[in-house]
């Protein structure tokens, strides 16, 4: 069974901070790795990793897939308040390009 | 607005009743997917549809769930004798199907509330 881990489960930090979320997975037929963020309603997608681009950056989020690893991390520099949210950790896989997701990280930024 | 959307935003419905979720997907978006979500966890996968056609289900999802995507545009997921345990978040999510992998997109959600 396809398996995601994330850690931590949750962390608080305070405005300004760097954080780095962690995600690890155990998957057949790998496709690619996606980060999403949740507020209070559905997940926003924040990127795609696959084996042709496994560095992703966008302003003060970047992302790393470590395929040797069965990794990637999720960084945010200078942290803000509006950063606050539940980031999810997804892989895709087969042909059906189905999602399994981790359980979340749950983000607090103070300030 | 070009992204997914989902309807109702909002469902409380008494045990053993019968609803019916609607998602339109992003128009030129070949492939659809359902997934729940309770809380505290990520969501799980239920189904999937590539233009009208339903090409996997979750074991997750009974036989009191039903999806259709019938011209290969919006789906609807329909829940028969709800449970209890049918309380969560359904969410559908669209993409354009590529080999190598592809974004999928959300919609907001229908959050279900069986008393």
């Known amino acids: 069974e396809d398996k995601v881990v994330q850690s931590p489960l949750s962390l608080v930090v305070h405005e300004g901070d760097t954080v780095t979320l962690n995600c690890s997975y155990e998957?057949?037929?790998?496709?690619?790795l996606l980060w999403y963020k949740q507020e209070k309603k559905a997940p926003t997608f924040l990127f795609m990793l696959?084996?042709?681009?496994i560095e992703k950056k966008s302003g003060r989020l970047s992302s790393i897939l470590d395929k040797k690893e069965l990794s990637s991390i999720l960084n945010i520099t200078a942290t803000q308040t509006g950063d606050s949210a539940i980031y999810l950790c997804?892989?895709?896989?087969?042909?059906?390009?189905?999602?399994?997701f981790g359980t979340g990280t749950r983000l607090q930024v103070t300030l | 607005d070009t992204g997914v959307s989902q309807d109702p935003r909002h469902k409380i419905t008494k045990r053993g009743q019968n609803v019916t979720f609607r998602c339109d997907p992003i128009?030129?978006?070949?492939?659809l997917y359902w997934y729940r979500q309770t809380l505290g966890q990520g969501p799980e996968f239920l189904t999937y549809?590539?233009?009208?056609?339903?090409?996997?289900k979750s074991r997750l999802l009974s036989d009191r769930f039903s999806a259709e995507r019938p011209k290969g545009s919006f789906s609807t997921l329909e829940i028969q004798r709800t449970e209890q345990g049918d309380s969560a978040m359904y969410l559908c999510?669209?993409?354009?199907?590529?080999?190598?992998?592809?974004?999928?997109?959300f919609g907001q959600g229908t959050r279900l509330t069986v008393v």
């Open positions: 999510a669209s993409s354009l199907w590529d080999r190598g992998g592809t974004e999928a997109f």
């Open positions: 998957v057949t037929n790998f496709r690619s």
């Open positions: 696959t084996s042709s681009g």
């Open positions: 997804a892989v895709q896989t087969g042909t059906a390009s189905k999602l399994t």
């Open positions: 128009s030129e978006h070949n492939r």
């Open positions: 549809f590539q233009n009208e056609a339903q090409l996997e």
